[in-house]
């Protein structure tokens, strides 16, 4: 699972050209590989998951981890 997470977080941080990259693969797959319906879709459906992961929100703070590093803070136990 820390694999998982590593990979998702490296794939947040590229360059968004490099993004776009990807999602290029995905439209230009097609016709790179006109012949072969099954790897084309293949190919564009994994690109494309790949592109939205790494395109997604980045973690949020709960108002529960909020609320726990203000208490930690006053120092009152």
């Known amino acids: 699972m820390k694999l998982v997470n590593a990979l998702i977080t490296w794939l947040r ?3 968004r050209g490099y ?3 990807i999602l ?3 439209a230009w797959a097609p016709f ?3 012949l072969d319906p099954l790897f ?3 190919l564009m459906a994994l690109t494309t998951a790949i592109f939205f992961v790494a395109t ?3 973690t ?3 108002a529960n981890d909020v609320r726990v590093a203000r208490e930690d803070a006053d120092g009152e136990r």
């Open 56 to 58: 997604g929100r980045k």
């Open 24 to 26: 290029l693969i995905a």
């Open 13 to 15: 941080g590229l360059h």
């Open 19 to 21: 993004k776009f990259a």
């Open 40 to 42: 084309t879709g293949v």
């Open 32 to 34: 790179i590989f006109p």
């Open 60 to 62: 949020v703070a709960t």
